[in-house]
C-alpha cells in the first residue's frame, strides 16, 4: 500500500531543545518527498523539499531511502516552531498520472 | 502577485444536494490540484488539472468532478452529497506537473453537510 505515516500526533519540546518529527514512507517508485507546515490561523505552506537538499527555519531532512524514512530535525527548538507539520509525497502511477500523498501530520508545541 | 483564493470560506448542505467550489489559482500557475481535509487528518489527494485536462486521481468517487478555465481557475463539484463529505476541500496551484514542482495553498472551503 501506498502511504505516508507520521507516527506521533503531538510532539511537545522545551526551547532549545532539539527536535524531530519523524516521517515513513510506502511507495513503489521514487518519489519525491516534502514537509508542510501550518502555523496558527495561516495556509498550509511549504517547508522543505529533499530535492532542494536546503536547510529552512534551521529545519533539515535527509531520504533515507533505506529505510523510507523522510524525518524532519532542528537541533533547537524556537517557540515560533509550535505549528502542525505534515509529511506528503508525491509520484506518478503506474498510468503516468500523478499523485500526492499526504501524512497525517505532527503537531508540534514548544514550551518556553 | 496573487496567491491562491477559494469560495466560498463556509458551505452548508444537506444530504443529497449537490455543490461548486472555487479556486483561483496564484498567478503564472498552470496546474490545480484538489484535496479533501476531514477533521483531525490530513489532506486527501482528489485530483489534479493541468490544461483544463484531468492529470491524476485519488481514491474518491465519481461524484467528485472538476473543472479547470483557459484562465487557470478551476472548480470542484460533489454530487449527491454525504454526510461524510463534511470537511476542509483545499485547493493547490502549481507550475507545470512535474512530481518535484511546490503546491501553493488557498485557504480552503469548508463544508458541513447535514
Known amino acids: 500500500a501506498q502511504r505516508v505515516t507520521q507516527p506521533e500526533k503531538l510532539l511537545s519540546v522545551f526551547k532549545g531543545a532539539p527536535v524531530e518529527l519523524k516521517c515513513n514512507y510506502s511507495y513503489s517508485g521514487s518519489p519525491e518527498l516534502f514537509w508542510y507546515v501550518q502555523y496558527s490561523r495561516q495556509r498550509l505552506q511549504l517547508l522543505l523539499r529533499h530535492i532542494s537538499r536546503e536547510s529552512i527555519k534551521g529545519f533539515t531532512a535527509d531520504l533515507n531511502k533505506g529505510e523510507t524514512s523522510f524525518h524532519l530535525k532542528k537541533p533547537f527548538a524556537q517557540e515560533e516552531d509550535s505549528a502542525m507539520y505534515y509529511c506528503a509525497l508525491s509520484g506518478l502511477s503506474r498510468a503516468g498520472t500523478y499523485k500526492y500523498i499526504f501524512g497525517t501530520g505532527t503537531r508540534l508545541k514548544v514550551l518556553a | 502577485e496573487t496567491g491562491v483564493t477559494q469560495s466560498p470560506t463556509h458551505l452548508i448542505k444537506t444530504r443529497g444536494q449537490q455543490v461548486t467550489l472555487r479556486c483561483s489559482s496564484q498567478s503564472g500557475h498552470n496546474t490545480v490540484s484538489w484535496y479533501q481535509q476531514a477533521l483531525g487528518q490530513g489532506p486527501q489527494f482528489i485530483f489534479q488539472y493541468y490544461r483544463e485536462e484531468e492529470n491524476g486521481r485519488g481514491n474518491f468517487p465519481p461524484r467528485f468532478s472538476g473543472l479547470q478555465f483557459p484562465n487557470y481557475s478551476s472548480e470542484l463539484n460533489v454530487n449527491a452529497l454525504e454526510l461524510d463529505d463534511s470537511a476542509l476541500y483545499l485547493c493547490?496551484?502549481?507550475?507545470?506537473?512535474?512530481?518535484?514542482?511546490?503546491?501553493?495553498f488557498g485557504p480552503g472551503t469548508r463544508l458541513l453537510v447535514l
Open positions: 493547490a496551484s502549481s507550475v507545470g506537473t512535474l512530481t518535484r514542482e511546490t503546491q501553493y
